[in-house]
C-alpha cells in the first residue's frame, strides 16, 4: 500500500468524527479535525497532546492522535496508540478495525485478520467488519494461488483463480489491494460507538500489482456451458363431463341463542403481565452488572447463549469477569425499554446508559430471551441498531 493511499483512508476517518456532548471538547475536536484536514499535522498532534495532558483517558481524542500518526506515515506509532486502546476499551470494535488497516499495509494479512475478528467477536453487528474480513481472506487466497503456481507452473485450476480474485480487486471499488476499508469511525466518551454510519468513506485508490506469474494467465473467467433441456411434451388431461345434481336443503332447526354475560378478555392483562416479567429480569440484570456482582450476572444468560465467533462459554464468561470486577465502578441504566413477545421468545429494545471510572456510553441494545421452566434467560445479546 502506498503513503497516497494510507493517508486518504484516514482522511476519510477523520471527516466522520462526530460530536461530543462537551462543548469544550467539541471545539478541541473541531480545531484537531479542521488542522488535519487542512495537512497540518504538526500542530494537529501540538493541540492533541495539550489535551490529553489534561484528559489522558480520554479516547476520542487518542484516537485522533492515532489518526494523525497514520497520516504522517508513522505506522508503528499508529498502530501502538490503536493497540492501547483496544486495551483500555475492549468494548470498541472501531479501534480494531483501524489496526487491521495498519496491518495490512504493511502485508501482515494475518494480523490484520486477527485485529478484523476482535471487531466482530466485540460486535458481530460491526458490517464492514465483516467485508473488510472478507477481503482479507480473499487476500490470503491470492497469497496461497500464487505459492501454488510458483510450486506447479501447470496448475491451471490455481491460474484461473488467482486471475478471477485479481479481476476482483481490480473491477470493484475494494480497497484491498492496497489495503482494507476504513469506516466513517468514532471514539466517544459519551456517545456509542455503534450508532455511527455502518458504510465505508471510499477514497478511489489505484491496486497495487502482485507477483507476476511465470506463465500464462486466463484473461477472461471461464463460464460453464449448460445443456439447454428439451421441455417435456404433456398431453393434456382429458376431463368427463360431470352431472351435477342440485343438492335439497334440509330444513334447518334454529334453536334459540342464549345470551351470555360478557366478560372481559384476560389477553391484554397476561400481555402485560408478560411484558412486565421480561422487564423485571432485563432489570435485575443491569442491578447485578451495576453491583459487580459477576455470579449473579452470568446466570441471567441461559446455556445455550450466542456466544461471539470463536468463544467457549468459558472464556466469554472469564472475559465478561475480568472487564466487570475491574472496574473500580459501574452503572447501568436503562432506558425507553420495548418489549415484543411471541411465545416463549421475547426481544427486548432499550437505551444502555454505562458508567464507570474508564468509560461513559449511551447505546442501543437489544436481548433477546427465551422461557425455559418458566424463568426468562438471555439467549441473545447484541449493541446498536
Sequence with gaps: MTSKHTRSWFIALSLAIAALTSSAWADDSADVNKLIQNKQLPEAMQKADAYLVQHPKDAQMRFLKGLIFAEQNKTNEAIAVFTKLTEDYPDLPEPYNNLAVLFASSNQFDKARAALEMAIRTNPSYGTAHENLGDIYAKLASQAYDKALQLDSGNTGAKLKLTLIRNLFTNTNSAIATSTKVPPTTVAAAKPITNLPTKASSAKSEPTPTAPVTVATVTKPVVPVVAKAEPAKVEPAKLEPVKLE??????AK?????????????KAVASNEGQNDVLKVVDAWAAAWSDKNTNAYLAFYSKDFQLPKGSTRKTWAEDRRVRIEGKGHISVKIDAPKVAINGNTATVKFRQIYNSDQLKADSRKTLVL????????????RTGG
Design 254 to 266: 334454529v334453536e334459540p341463542v342464549k345470551a351470555e354475560p360478557t366478560k372481559p378478555e384476560p
Design 246 to 251: 342440485p343438492a335439497k336443503p334440509a330444513p
Design 370 to 381: 427465551n422461557k425455559q421452566d418458566g424463568k426468562w434467560q438471555i439467549a441473545q445479546e
